[in-house]
């Protein structure tokens, strides 16, 4: 029976509503800080350098071509979106992938009444941390080596390049968050692959509305937690049961 393409996305809108329940809270805290950090360091960075750029070439560029300006701004604001969408997602997450990891258990807890473990206590969680920030650079690294091939096409094949690119932005943000439940739960990065792959419209359908909500002024603030708590629902209403296939 052929399933609703957007179900994907509809899991992130829930993992919105997830942030507000009690239990969670206290969960979403330093995410949501840390997302609040790196993107605005990342944005103000970024307009800072593209000022002093705009600087340059207004000392340097005759007067009748000052309409470049104009030109030059909506391209910076697609560049500083690209940026924020793929590098400084990754670095958000490789900085908060510990409590990423304690914010999904504790909203499987709230979704199903049962959690992957005990419970990770904070002592737990920094034993662990070099392991967990171990597996968050190979993900990264996964992400940056095929992004070089898939960018080139973006920019070089009209029309089909940048889809593929959307394509790819979409399915490397769906394994960076669904690697929470499904971390807690030992599998491995090959696994999750795998698994996701067999559910390829789901989460490019997920990963798609992230990349979209990420590009919302406020609300990129809070996707990264809200993505986490969405991943962790789609884990247990749609691939948990595949974890023995």
């Given at each position: 029976?052929?399933?609703?393409?957007?179900?994907?996305?509809?899991f992130l809108l829930h993992g919105f509503q997830l942030l507000t329940r009690p239990g969670l809270r206290r969960y979403v805290a330093v995410p949501l800080a840390v997302n609040l950090l790196v993107f605005g360091i990342g944005?103000?960075?970024?307009?800072?350098?593209?000022?002093?750029?705009?600087?340059?070439?207004?000392?340097?560029?005759?007067?009748?071509?000052?309409?470049?300006?104009?030109?030059?701004?909506?391209?910076?604001?697609?560049?500083?979106?690209?940026?924020?969408?793929?590098?400084?997602?990754?670095?958000?997450?490789?900085?908060?992938?510990?409590?990423?990891?304690?914010?999904?258990?504790?909203?499987?807890?709230?979704?199903t009444g049962r959690g992957p473990g005990a419970g990770t206590s904070w002592a737990e969680l920094l034993r662990e941390l070099p392991g967990v920030l171990i597996d968050e650079a190979r993900k990264i690294l996964y992400a940056?080596?095929?992004?070089?091939?898939?960018?080139?096409?973006?920019?070089?094949?009209?029309?089909?390049?940048?889809?593929?690119?959307?394509?790819?932005?979409?399915?490397?943000?769906?394994?960076?968050?669904?690697?929470?439940?499904?971390?807690?739960?030992?599998?491995?990065?090959?696994?999750?692959?795998?698994?996701?792959?067999?559910?390829?419209?789901?989460?490019?359908?997920?990963?798609?509305?992230?990349?979209?909500?990420?590009?919302?002024?406020?609300?990129?603030?809070?996707?990264?937690?809200?993505?986490?708590?969405?991943?962790?629902?789609?884990?247990?209403?749609?691939?948990?049961?595949?974890?023995?296939?």
């Amino acid at each position: 029976m052929p399933q609703n393409p957007l179900r994907g996305a509809f899991f992130l809108l829930h993992g919105f509503q997830l942030l507000t329940r009690p239990g969670l809270r206290r969960y979403v805290a330093v995410p949501l800080a840390v997302n609040l950090l790196v993107f605005g360091i990342g944005i103000w960075a970024g307009a800072e350098g593209f000022g002093r750029l705009m600087d340059q070439m207004q000392a340097n560029v005759p007067s009748w071509l000052g309409w470049l300006e104009w030109l030059l701004w909506p391209l910076f604001v697609l560049a500083l979106l690209i940026i924020v969408f793929y590098t400084f997602t990754l670095v958000a997450n490789l900085i908060a992938a510990p409590f990423n990891g304690l914010l999904a258990e504790q909203a499987e807890r709230i979704i199903t009444g049962r959690g992957p473990g005990a419970g990770t206590s904070w002592a737990e969680l920094l034993r662990e941390l070099p392991g967990v920030l171990i597996d968050e650079a190979r993900k990264i690294l996964y992400a940056l080596l095929w992004s070089l091939p898939f960018l080139l096409l973006a920019l070089f094949v009209p029309l089909i390049g940048p889809m593929l690119w959307l394509l790819f932005s979409a399915w490397v943000l769906a394994l960076q968050y669904l690697d929470f439940p499904m971390g807690n739960h030992g599998l491995k990065f090959r696994d999750m692959r795998y698994r996701l792959w067999r559910r390829l419209p789901l989460g490019l359908s997920f990963g798609g509305a992230v990349s979209l909500a990420t590009a919302i002024p406020v609300v990129n603030f809070a996707v990264m937690p809200a993505a986490v708590a969405g991943a962790t629902l789609m884990w247990c209403r749609e691939l948990e049961q595949q974890a023995g296939a």
